[in-house]
């Protein structure tokens, strides 16, 4: 990258960490409650009362919380009431509580479903020279999580067999989508740390209906899996991985234009296939 490139990159930077810096909860309000969002977050509100903290409220302190040096609650709602006295509303109490536990109401799902919405609005205004060869480039990666440790949290995500009961935390597997040319988040699956189907490659392919024709999965060498690629060429996706390194291939045997037969070679050092789904596995080429 030569340096105006690098220059216009932290530029870029720049901009968004001094926007998100001084961003208040109104204004992430206002985005929620925009034209562009509005059906979609009309379409996942729980049934609730208008009270101090409705759901959207809620959602938007808890943004601003996040992005906040201080992530207090203290902080989220001392912000808050500073903003209805700006606005010339009544006055509203300082104490956390009411906050907290509407924080505490928000839907899984209403979070979920913005988060999507959001990131393929905001993919879908990339501009042109920031794609590949005039293609969407999705990076595919996987993380774990530990979580504060309540019989809730134990039940769905359990913690490692290696810890003693009641000294572990539970942990989830997290795999996620992200825009490469803006950044945005697309799509995420979570599950156990472990168990069948809990992998990142298991996760991976409940993901798999956010991809379209011409778009490329850019991931790691696990995922450099045939029964993934076949599936992804099926649907018109290409892939890029790092190929894993317990796998040799000898490139010279392959023909120049040869690129769709790779998933056959591929296949000859593949072990036994992670698909869940028999049928799924016997419609692939072989």
């Known amino acids: 990258m030569d340096r105006n490139a690098q220059n216009a990159v932290h ?3 720049s901009t968004i960490a001094r926007r998100a810096k001084t961003t208040d909860a109104a204004e992430i309000f206002n985005v929620l409650t925009s034209p562009a969002l509005l059906q979609t977050t009309e379409s996942v509100l729980p049934e609730h009362r208008e009270r101090l903290y409705p759901p959207t409220i809620a959602l938007s302190m808890f943004m601003r919380q996040v992005l906040e040096a201080d992530g207090s609650c203290q902080k989220a709602v001392n912000g808050w009431a500073a903003q209805r006295a700006a606005d010339g509303l009544s006055s509203c109490s300082v104490r956390t509580g009411g906050y907290c536990r509407a924080r505490q109401r928000l839907p899984l799902d209403m979070v979920s479903a913005l988060t999507r919405e959001t990131g393929r609005l905001l993919s ?23 979580m504060p440790d309540t019989p809730e949290n134990q039940a769905v995500y359990p913690q490692p067999s290696t810890q003693a009961s009641g000294v572990g935390f539970p942990l989830a597997r997290l795999v996620m989508v992200i825009c490469l040319a803006t950044g945005a988040a697309l799509d995420m699956a979570v599950g156990p740390h472990s168990g ?31 029964f993934l690629i076949a599936t992804l060429m099926a649907a018109g996706v290409d892939a890029l991985f790092e190929q ?24 000859k050092t593949c072990g036994t296939p992670t698909v869940d789904d ?9």
């Open 196 to 226: 069948k189907g809990t992998g990142e490659l298991g996760l991976v392919r409940s993901l798999l209906k956010g991809f379209r024709p011409g778009d490329v999965m850019l991931a790691d060498a696990l995922y450099c899996n045939y």
């Open 11 to 13: 530029q870029r930077r």
């Open 244 to 267: 894993n390194g317990s796998r040799i291939t000898d490139l010279s045997t392959w023909p120049v234009a040869g690129h769709a037969r790779s998933p056959r070679a591929l296949a």
């Open 124 to 146: 879908e205004k990339a501009l042109k020279q920031w794609l590949w060869c005039g293609r969407a480039v999705k990076l595919v990666d996987g993380t774990g999580i530990s």
């Open 278 to 286: 028999a049928r799924a596995v016997r419609g692939l080429p072989r």
